[in-house]
């Protein structure tokens, strides 16, 4: 059996979201390098670049083909759909988004044709899905294109407010919904929903403040640490603070 591979979707885009223009600039090919380290450490296993031609993605290992889609949202949907339905998808892959860092073995969480995060929460109602990782296992390659396709479909179609952020992780509840933990049959295939809390975290507010004093943060005991909106402003620094300890210990 061929080792997991990690993908994580990457293009130069203009910030549309209100969070990305308070953010301002940020490294996102040195965000790749740090992600793609975590892995190569918690999981042994090596991080590929979803692009087009033309973007510099660090040195790393990329799968490249020609994009149409103009914004971002859409944009990750096409490219995830391409890798989907390319002969480069030959091995059990998880998608994780570049502003995130893997501290433990993602290898578990493999369970039916996708495994999505969901949050199920009430206060979640109207977002309930975090695009920020997901399970594509080689086995299920037909029926994970197939669904792709039609969350690309949905998503070109919804209103705009969602087209500059959030359709990727809607065109996706439309399809699978309603949300609940566990496996279910969902638009053709079995879809794992797994509780995000379970296995994500955004970097909390006292590691915030430890980086910034000096201080050692201390590390959720969740395999994947998400750095969303201004947040990755701490990102480079929770990286270098995870030296010389093994991120990859797990």
Same mark, same amino acid.
């Given at each position: 059996m061929r080792p997991m591979r990690v993908v994580s979707p990457y293009r130069p885009f203009e910030p549309e979201s209100p969070a990305h223009r308070r953010l301002g600039p940020f490294d996102w090919v040195a965000a790749l390098r740090m992600l793609a380290d975590t892995v190569r450490r918690s999981n042994g296993c090596e991080t590929m670049a979803l692009t087009d031609e &033309? @973007? /510099?993605?660090?040195? !790393?290992?990329?799968?490249?083909? +020609?994009?149409?889609?103009?914004?971002?949202?859409?944009?990750?949907?096409e490219a995830s759909l391409g890798y989907l339905?390319?002969? &480069?998808?030959?091995?059990?892959?998880?998608?994780?988004?570049?502003?995130?860092l893997v501290l433990g073995d993602l290898r578990h969480h493999f369970a039916g044709d996708l495994g999505i995060l969901v949050r199920t929460r009430e206060k979640y109602h109207n977002r309930p899905i975090l695009n920020a990782v997901q399970w594509w296992p080689v086995a299920s390659k037909a029926a994970l294109a197939g669904?792709?396709?039609r969350a690309l479909d949905e998503a070109r179609?919804? /209103?705009?407010? !969602?087209?500059?952020?959030? &359709?990727?992780?809607?065109? !996706?509840r439309i399809l699978v919904a309603p949300i609940a933990c566990g496996v279910h049959r969902r638009a053709g295939l079995d879809v794992a929903m797994i509780e995000a809390v379970t296995v994500l975290h955004s970097i909390p507010?006292?590691? &915030?403040?430890?980086?910034?004093?000096g201080r050692r943060p201390r590390?959720?005991?969740? +395999?994947?640490i998400d750095f969303k909106g201004e947040r990755k402003r /701490?990102?480079? @620094?929770?990286?270098a603070a995870l030296r010389p300890s093994a991120a990859g210990a797990a």
């Open positions: &033309a @973007a /510099h993605v660090g040195g !790393l290992p990329a799968f490249r083909r +020609p994009t149409a889609e103009p914004r971002l949202m859409l944009w990750i949907l339905r390319s002969d &480069a998808f030959d091995r059990d892959t998880v998608m994780v988004s570049p502003d995130n669904f792709y396709a179609g919804l /209103h705009e407010s !969602l087209i500059r952020w959030g &359709a990727d992780s809607e065109s !996706l507010d006292r590691t &915030a403040l430890d980086l910034g004093t590390f959720p005991p969740v +395999p994947v /701490h990102m480079a @620094a929770f990286y």
